[in-house]
């Protein structure tokens, strides 16, 4: 069959072989879809590292449900995240909340485009990333259409609903440099999962957390 070339988004990999991974992907045209693609050594992994941004032929398989992405190419350096500890373990907890978050087949109308924006956007950042999470994590509830306010959130907000009442107000630039410490922040984080989970009805078990946790201590 024809391959349709296709713009994606990396929310995970797993190995499947010495020579084959399955990548778990975002895109406008499938939405949250899986491909098996052929790899050689370490070089050929590192194109799928977590939000990497690529371009990839798909040939779909009428025989299967896992087509085959290949001709892959990264169509965005993400020197600004990748060459940055603390942005590049933020992609890992982004893209394990998507992971976790939008099942497979979803294909919610503007996810992949708020999703590319988001990632786009850490990348050029030249200034204090540390809030950036949890703006993403609102931004992201408010896209798959779950009502961001300060009255819905105030049951998962415990002693942080003020600080939250004000992120709420608070424009891009001001959110990402408003002052908080390592343990409130980390906490926000958290009642922002058990809003998202609420409202998925599914419990998102965050592995990532706990790394980012640490570092922005």
Known sequence: MAATSTELIVLASTKTGEKSVVVHTLSSVWGRRSFICSVSGRSGMSLFLPLN????????NPRSELWRM??????????????????????LFMSEVLYRTVKDGANEDGLFEWCRKSILTLDALDNDSANFH???????????????????????AGKHFEILELLLKL????????????????????????YLSYHTEAAIDVKSLPVLREIYR
């Open 53 to 60: 941004i690529l371009e990839a032929e798909i040939t779909e």
């Open 70 to 91: 290949h001709s892959i190419s990264v169509l965005h350096p993400l020197g600004g995240i990748r060459g940055d500890i603390f942005r590049n373990t933020m992609t």
């Open 134 to 156: 949890l703006r993403f994590l609102l931004e992201f509830a408010g896209i798959l259409g779950f009502e961001v306010s300060a009255e819905n959130l105030k049951p998962f």
């Open 171 to 194: 424009d891009f630039a001001h959110f990402l440099t408003l002052p908080l410490n390592g343990e409130s922040r980390n906490e926000i984080a958290e009642s922002l999962l058990k």
